[in-house]
C-alpha cells in the first residue's frame, strides 16, 4: 500500500488542484447568482446572463477535459484498493461518476443553458409581480426545450424525467417517485380532509403589523441557538429564499419579509438554516472537491425540513422561545397566549402558495408540480395551457382555485431559475426523511425533545453532524440513510409524526 500510494500521490493531488481551480469557477458563478438574486440593479441582467454562462462553459470544458478523464483513469486501481467509504476513494469514485455524466453534455449547450435560465429568472421577478404569465411563456416554452434537450443527452432512459430527476436525486427514476408519492397521498388524503372539516385555527395574532427590524432580529438569534456560525455566513432579503455556498467557509442564506405575515420570515429562515446547517458541517478536508456538498436534494430538503417543522413548529421549541418573540412584540403578541400561538402557526387550511403551506397540505403541492412537470416533458401538456391545467388540477387536488397566475402557476422560482424537472420531488422526500432523521437522533438520545424545551440543540444538531453532515457526499441518498437510520426511506416515521402532532391539535 505504501508503495501504491507512493505513485499514487502526485496523481491524487493533482486531481485535487484541478477539482479546486473547476469548483472556484463555479463558486464564482454562485456569487454572480446570489447577486443577481440580492442586490444587483435590473440594468445588470444582460450582462450578467452572459457572464454567468461564460463561467458555466469554463467550468464544464475544465470537467470535460480528457486529461481528467485519464487521471480519474490512472486513480481507479487505487481507489479500489481502499475501503469503499474512504475519503479518498469516495472522491475518486463520485468524481469518475460525475465526469462520465458530464462527458454526455456539451460545454456550449451547458453555457446556453445558464444563459436562458438568468435571462428568464429576471423576466420572472417582473412577471410574478404584475401577475403576467404571457411575458414569460416564450421564455418557459425556451426552458422547456433546453429541459427535454438535458435530459436527451442520456440514453436508454425510461421516462424522460429521469435523467432530470437523477441530477437531483442520484438513482431516483420517475416510477418510483410516482409509486412514493401515491403511497403518501393514500395516508394523507383522509387526514387533511379530517382536520379542514374543522373549524381553523384562529390566526389573526399572525396577521398584525411587525416591523421588518424585529423580525429579521428574531430569526437571526434563533439560529444562532441552532449552531448556524455566521462567522462563516450570513442572511439577506430575496424574492424566493434560498442557501448558496461559494466555500465550507461562506454559506449564505437568503429570507423574504411581509409586514403583516410573522411566519413569513421567521420559517423561511429555520428553512434556510438547515440547508446551512448542513453545508457548514462537512469537513474542511473536502473543501473544493465535490465531495464538499449534500448528497442529493432530499437529504438536503430533510435538513431544511427537520428544522423548520419538527423543531420549529414543535410545541417544546415555542414553550423555550415563545416568551422570547413576546419580547420582541410585546404589543402584539403580549396577551396572546402561547396554545393559541401554536395552533395559529400550525393552522391546518388548503391554501394558494407551497411555501406557506402546513404540513398537511404541503405534500399535495408538491405532488401537483411534479405531475405537471412530467406531462409538460411527456408531450401531454403545452406552456400555454399551463396556467389553465393547473387551476383546474388545483382545484381538484385542493379544494380551492388560484385567483391569479401569481398565486398559481408563477409563484415558484424553480420553473423560471432553473430547468424544467428534477425540482421538485426533493421536498416531499426531504419531509419524509425529516421525521425519519429526527426519530433516529431521540432514539440515540432520548433527552432531545426535552433539550428542545431548553433551546439546547447541541445534541440534534451533533447527531446530525455526525450521521449525515461530515459526510458530504461521499454516499449516495440510499446508502447514507442506511447508514444513518439502519433502514431504507420509509414513510412510516413521517406519517407517525403527522397523525401524533395532528392527532392532538385537531382530535382525529
Known amino acids: 500500500m505504501t508503495n501504491t500510494l507512493t505513485r499514487t500521490e502526485p496523481k491524487l493531488l493533482e486531481l485535487k488542484a484541478r477539482l479546486t481551480e473547476i469548483n472556484d469557477l463555479d463558486s464564482a458563478n454562485a456569487l454572480l447568482s446570489w447577486d443577481q438574486s440580492t442586490y444587483m440593479p435590473p440594468g445588470g441582467a444582460t450582462a450578467r446572463a452572459r457572464q454567468m454562462a461564460t463561467l458555466r462553459q469554463l467550468s464544464h470544458q475544465k470537467f470535460t477535459d480528457p486529461s481528467l ?35 454526455r453534455i456539451p460545454a456550449h449547450f451547458m453555457a446556453q443553458l445558464s444563459n436562458h435560465t438568468a435571462t428568464t429568472y429576471e423576466v420572472w421577478t417582473r412577471a410574478r409581480p404584475t401577475n403576467d404569465f404571457a411575458m414569460v411563456a416564450p421564455y418557459l416554452e425556451k426552458s422547456l426545450d433546453l429541459s427535454r434537450q438535458l435530459a436527451e443527452f ?62 429579521l432580529k428574531f430569526g437571526l438569534m434563533v439560529i444562532r441557538c441552532f449552531g448556524y456560525d455566521f462567522e462563516r455566513g450570513r442572511q439577506d432579503k430575496t424574492h424566493h429564499p434560498f442557501m448558496t455556498k461559494f466555500s465550507l467557509g461562506d454559506v449564505r442564506i437568503t429570507t423574504r419579509v411581509r409586514e403583516y ?11 434556510e438554516s438547515g440547508h446551512a446547517l448542513y453545508e457548514q458541517g462537512i469537513p474542511m478536508a473536502f473543501e473544493g472537491t465535490p465531495l464538499a456538498s449534500g448528497t442529493s436534494s432530499g437529504v438536503h430538503e430533510s435538513q431544511s425540513r427537520l428544522w423548520e417543522n419538527l423543531v420549529g413548529r414543535s410545541r417544546g ?46 405534500n399535495l403541492h ?74 433516529a437522533a431521540v432514539q440515540a438520545h432520548p433527552t432531545i425533545p426535552n433539550d428542545l424545551e431548553e433551546g439546547n440543540f447541541t445534541l440534534l444538531r451533533n447527531w446530525l453532524k455526525t450521521h449525515v453532515h461530515r459526510h458530504g457526499r461521499k454516499f449516495t ?32
Open 366 to 439: 408538491v405532488m401537483l408540480r411534479f405531475e405537471l412537470e412530467m406531462d409538460l416533458l411527456e408531450g401531454r401538456l403545452s406552456v400555454q395551457d399551463l396556467p389553465a391545467a393547473w387551476n383546474e388540477r388545483f382545484t381538484a387536488s385542493l379544494g380551492i382555485t388560484p385567483p391569479n397566475d401569481a398565486d398559481g402557476c408563477l409563484q415558484d422560482v424553480h420553473w423560471f431559475g432553473g430547468i424544467i424537472g428534477g425540482a421538485f420531488q426533493g421536498y416531499t422526500i426531504g419531509n419524509i426523511l425529516s421525521a425519519q432523521f429526527f426519530d
Open 477 to 508: 441518498a440510499p446508502e447514507l440513510i442506511e447508514r444513518a437510520t439502519g433502514q431504507p426511506l420509509t414513510i412510516q416515521p413521517y406519517l407517525a409524526y403527522i397523525r401524533r402532532k395532528y392527532g392532538e391539535l385537531y382530535t382525529l
Open 154 to 215: 442520456t440514453p436508454d432512459y425510461e421516462n424522460i424525467a429521469d435523467p432530470l430527476i437523477n441530477m437531483a436525486d442520484f438513482g431516483m427514476k420517475a416510477t418510483q417517485i410516482r409509486a412514493l408519492f401515491s403511497e403518501l397521498r393514500e395516508h394523507l388524503l383522509p387526514i387533511v380532509q379530517a382536520a379542514t372539516s374543522q373549524p381553523p385555527a384562529e390566526d389573526s395574532c399572525l396577521h398584525q403589523s411587525f416591523p421588518e427590524a424585529a423580525q
Open 317 to 362: 421549541f415555542w414553550n423555550h422561545f415563545y416568551p422570547k418573540l413576546q419580547e420582541y412584540f410585546p404589543n402584539q403578541l403580549g396577551q396572546v397566549s402561547l396554545d393559541t400561538f401554536y395552533r395559529a402557526i400550525n393552522k391546518v387550511q388548503r391554501s394558494f402558495i407551497r411555501t406557506d403551506a402546513d404540513e398537511l397540505t404541503y
Open 69 to 103: 478523464g485519464k487521471l480519474l483513469e490512472d486513480l481507479e486501481p487505487y481507489a479500489e484498493s481502499l475501503p469503499y467509504d474512504s475519503d479518498e476513494a469516495s472522491l475518486i469514485r463520485l468524481t469518475r461518476r460525475e465526469y462520465k455524466e458530464a462527458l
Open 261 to 271: 405575515d410573522l411566519t413569513e420570515a421567521v420559517f423561511s429562515t429555520l428553512h
